[in-house]
């Protein structure tokens, strides 16, 4: 069966520091694969997916960036920080077309200080 | 008009009640729709999808009218672990391939 991992849990992050979140999933090919990020009581901001390796759609102009290094790796990075990027990131991933349904990580608690 | 829109609540019910959300989609031409649940600083996962005509899932109950472009989520017998926050998903939308996500409903079943 298919998992997604998604790393870490939790993170503090000072303000113009960079960013790191790493995102795999294990048990299938080529799956299209979505970064996004959600505020406090808000609802779900879509910042990149991907539909195949080195594929990258961006959503919404920011200082964030992704990259699809491998089929099952997405990678979502910043190299300086803003208070504005506190929020749950949550990787998700399916098959099919963009349209199927997804499913989501863990995610990832992040608060900028 | 949103893509996606949905009553934010909340909705308090008690406990063995029968619970009914609304959604309203825009894209008269959006052919998939799904039911997320989102706990409490927990990712969405997915309840149900949608389909043309109903479908029946233990006490979850989904529906779907395309001439109103509205998709409905029934809950009968409501149990405190139905507390959650329901996300109304539909896609695609005007040329984006992508799901949208409606902003949710929050849900609280009182004892």
């Known amino acids: 069966s298919q998992t997604i991992h998604q790393w870490p849990a939790t993170l503090v992050q000072p303000v113009g520091s960079p960013l790191s979140l790493e995102c795999t999933v294990e048990g299938t090919s080529n799956p299209n694969l979505y970064w996004y990020r959600q505020a406090a009581g808000r609802g779900l901001q879509l910042l990149f997916y991907?539909?195949?390796?080195?594929?990258i759609s961006s959503e919404v102009p920011q200082n964030l960036s992704a990259s699809r290094p491998q089929d099952r790796q997405f990678i979502l990075s910043s190299k300086k920080l803003l208070l504005s990027d506190s929020g749950f990131y949550l990787c998700a991933w399916s098959v099919g077309g963009l349209w199927e349904p997804q499913h989501f990580g863990d995610g990832t608690r992040l608060s900028i200080l | 008009r949103k893509e996606v829109e949905q009553d934010p609540g909340p909705f308090n019910v008690p406990e063995g009640a029968t619970v009914a959300f609304n959604c309203t989609y825009s894209?008269?031409?959006?052919?998939?729709f799904f039911w997320y649940r989102q706990d409490c600083r927990k990712e969405p996962k997915l309840l149900m999808s949608v389909y043309s005509s109903g479908n029946e899932d233990g006490r979850f109950t989904a529906q779907l009218n395309r001439a109103s472009q509205y998709i409905s989520l029934l809950i009968r017998d409501s149990k405190l672990s139905d507390s959650a926050t329901y996300l109304c998903?539909?896609?695609?939308?005007?040329?984006?391939?992508?799901?949208?996500f409606g902003t949710g409903t929050r849900l609280t079943i009182i004892p």
């Open positions: 991907s539909v195949g390796i080195g594929q």
């Open positions: 894209n008269s031409a959006s052919q998939s």
């Open positions: 998903v539909v896609g695609p939308n005007f040329g984006n391939e992508k799901l949208t």
